[in-house]
């Protein structure tokens, strides 16, 4: 079993930048595709960003698109997610999550198997 552990949240002024990081334990990430989901208040968990198991494909959600970059180092076992003019309705819960498999969509949160506990984002305008 895999555990994930999101870092690098916080609050910044819409513009700017921040890093995630998601360092998982337990299993080697490179038997996993991962991705990057968030929730915002009243709102379902949505995707925004996934990567392949060594990193060759990548997804992203319309909404981020051109801002954010999912990328990943199966050396140091960490997935990292640069979210580039953050904008106030990026402010969400960000989640990383595991996936052994994907048999269908990169965007369906009922591909992945382990979820960490989520990192809050927040840009204020």
């Known amino acids: 079993q895999v555990q994930l552990v999101e870092s690098g949240g916080g609050l910044v002024q819409a513009g700017k930048s921040l890093r995630l990081s998601c360092t998982a334990s337990?299993?080697?990430?490179?038997?996993?595709?991962m991705g990057w989901f968030r929730q915002a208040p009243g709102k379902e968990r949505e995707f925004v960003a996934a990567?392949?198991?060594?990193?060759?494909?990548?997804y992203y959600a319309d909404s981020v698109k051109g801002r954010f970059t999912i990328s990943r180092d199966n050396a140091k076992n960490t997935v990292y997610l640069q979210m580039n003019s953050l904008k106030p309705e990026d402010t969400a819960v960000y989640y990383c999550?595991?996936?052994?498999?994907?048999?269908?969509?990169?965007?369906?949160?009922?591909?992945?198997?382990?979820w960490g506990q989520g990192t809050q984002v927040t840009a204020s305008s």
């Open positions: 990567i392949s198991w060594f990193g060759d494909s990548t």
């Open positions: 337990g299993r080697t990430l490179s038997g996993y595709a």
């Open positions: 999550a595991a996936a052994r498999t994907i048999s269908g969509s990169w965007s369906d949160l009922g591909e992945y198997d382990h």
